[in-house]
């Protein structure tokens, strides 16, 4: 539908440049996850967020969720048109990976170790504290569950609750999602969480989820930026890449 796609070219031709222009204001580093078909579809902001010096990572070719692919090469087929759209790109194949829809499926966890990805940012066992994924569940309808172990991949935790996606944006789809959650409520609840991991958790990783079509509405940027601001007022805080901080887990750990 055309207009469910302008949404789209929102995001690359205006949300986008806004969120480079505050980063840049602010310098702070940003990990972009960005869909191989979106690098194919608009190369040149794309290339714009590599070339002013953001990290670009995996999610996915086609924003398909892993687990529904009906074979275990269909997945890794995307899986590897995105790391050759990323390559195209950058000159690098990426270290890091977000499914779309922070899914995943049987297979996941083995394509991600055979193209030789390091470190995961779509799971929600922890809210601030990076860990090692953990592989080999298992979840019966009729028995316990079964974690698992944990692999050599580290995991930096997501949550809904630091996603603009489902709170912002009305989804025409059946069922149909609102998405007109109170925007005073969301950004409370971005301090709120910000502010507790950094009294309690020491070390604490704050991840936020955001889309350049969503947050990169004009009134909302300037939310973000005071935002930043207040997390900037905190002596001891810092912004890093995902990547770097996937490293210095691994080299602690």
Request: no cysteine; charged share 30%.
């Amino acid at each position: 539908m055309p207009t469910r796609h302008s949404r789209g070219v929102y995001g690359a031709n205006v949300g986008a440049p806004r969120l480079l222009d505050l980063h840049d204001k602010h310098d702070i580093p940003a990990t972009w996850f960005v869909p191989g078909h979106t690098i194919d579809s608009f190369p040149e902001i794309s290339a714009e967020v590599w070339d002013r010096g953001y990290d670009i990572q995996h999610h996915g070719w086609s924003h398909t969720g892993p687990a529904t692919y009906e074979t275990k090469e269909d997945e890794k087929a995307d899986v590897d048109r995105a790391i050759d759209s990323i390559v195209d790109l950058t000159g690098r194949k990426p270290t890091g990976y977000r499914s779309p829809a922070w899914d995943y499926s049987e297979n996941t966890l083995d394509i991600l170790d055979e193209v030789g990805i390091e470190w995961d940012s779509s799971k929600m066992a922890s809210d601030f504290e990076p860990h090692w994924l953990y592989g080999g569940w298992s979840a019966p309808e009729d028995g316990a569950y079964d974690r698992g172990e944990p692999t050599d991949i580290v995991e930096l935790p997501v949550s809904w609750q630091r996603d603009d996606w489902p709170a912002l944006t009305f989804t025409w789809a059946r069922p149909h999602r609102m998405g007109y959650v109170s925007e005073d409520s969301l950004f409370q609840r971005y301090y709120d969480q910000f502010d507790w991991m950094h009294e309690n958790v020491d070390d604490g990783v704050f991840i936020l989820t955001l889309h350049p079509q969503v947050i990169g509405q004009a009134h909302r940027i300037s939310r973000l930026e005071e935002l930043i601001e207040h997390m900037n007022s905190k002596d001891d805080v810092e912004f890093e890449e995902m990547d770097a901080v996937a490293t210095e887990f691994r080299e602690n750990n």
